[in-house]
Nanobody
Framework: QVQLVESGGGLVQPGGSLRLSCAASGFTLGYTATGWFRQAPGKEREAILCISGSDEVVVFADSVKGRFAISRDIAKNSVSLQMNSLKPEDTAIYYC??????????????WGQGTQVTVPS
């Protein structure tokens, strides 16, 4: 069974930090493009960051540049999203997705269930 599961969401005060994890089962994230997305209430899903199969990082959302970082842990078969200097506008459900191919331009076919991140104002 191919599956992605996000964890680590919660409530954090403005300026705080949070680390999200995306664990894969049934397949290997290594050499596979894996991205983080988010969807705020009333807004369309937004691509944030992607790490390619060759560990190239692609920034889709300029608003997170310098604050968020994506990384891969081969041993744990997981991808993390480190979020720093969080703002209320970062409040959203965060999803990870795997392309099943090495490039961040490849279609994302496998999605996690999402985890809520709330930054109060």
């Amino acid at each position: 069974q191919v599956q992605l599961v996000e964890s680590g969401g919660g409530l954090v005060q403005p300026g705080g930090s949070l680390r999200l994890s995306c664990a894969a089962s049934g397949f290997t994230l290594g050499y596979t493009a894996t991205g983080w997305f988010r969807q705020a209430p009333g807004k369309e899903r937004e691509a944030i960051l992607c790490i390619s199969g060759s560990d190239e990082v692609v920034v889709f959302a300029d608003s997170v540049k310098g604050r968020f970082a994506i990384s891969r842990d081969i041993a744990k078969n997981s991808v993390s999203l480190q979020m720093n200097s969080l703002k209320p506008e970062d409040t959203a459900i965060y999803y990870c997705a795997a392309a099943g191919a090495p490039l961040c331009s490849d279609p994302f076919l496998t999605w996690g269930q999402g985890t809520q991140v709330t930054v109060p104002s």
